[in-house]
């Protein structure tokens, strides 16, 4: 999802080259959001490992200005806090910003019998003068299928 990258700026798209993904952390004194440099290029295992160092790093004051620079996507992850979804705010040099909520159990008819079935809640901002609603309709069908694949 190439607009999904990028920002409109002075009247034009500007697609990025790199997929830099931010990932909030809340500190004592305020949020931080070091960056996954070059995330469509690792695994999500290696993704996974990377978030976690970062988070361990941000949360004792051990990050440097380089990793809280240069980010073309902003994610938010609320299940720490047990929150089921919010809202959120687009960086004003990146296209979108996703959050995701917490986990949870909701009842669903499948094969027509009643069971509980995880669900989890995606919110996405975009700047709609680059990432149009059918494109921000896809990229979160996207995000989906591949959560899917790989909770199998």
């Known amino acids: 999802m190439p607009r999904a990258n990028g920002a409109y700026r002075d009247g034009r798209f500007e697609l990025y080259s790199r997929v830099n993904v931010a990932i909030t952390v809340c500190t004592e004194d305020a ?12 695994s ?4 996974s490992a990377e978030v976690g160092d970062l988070r361990r790093r941000a949360l004792a004051g051990e990050l440097t200005p380089p990793e809280l620079s240069g980010a073309t996507f902003t994610l938010t992850d609320l299940s720490a806090f047990g929150i089921a979804g919010a809202s959120t705010v687009i960086t004003p040099s ?4 996703l959050t995701a909520g917490s986990i949870r159990q909701l009842p669903v008819i499948r094969d027509g019998a009643l069971r509980s079935s995880p669900a989890l809640t995606l919110t996405l901002a975009c700047d709609h003068r680059i990432l149009y609603w059918s494109h921000a309709a896809a990229l979160l069908t996207r995000i989906g299928e591949l959560l899917s694949e790989a909770a199998l």
Do not use: T
């Open 31 to 42: 949020y931080l959001a070091p960056i996954v440099f070059d995330a469509d290029r690792k």
């Open 44 to 47: 999500l295992a290696q993704c």
């Open 94 to 97: 990146q296209a979108a910003a």
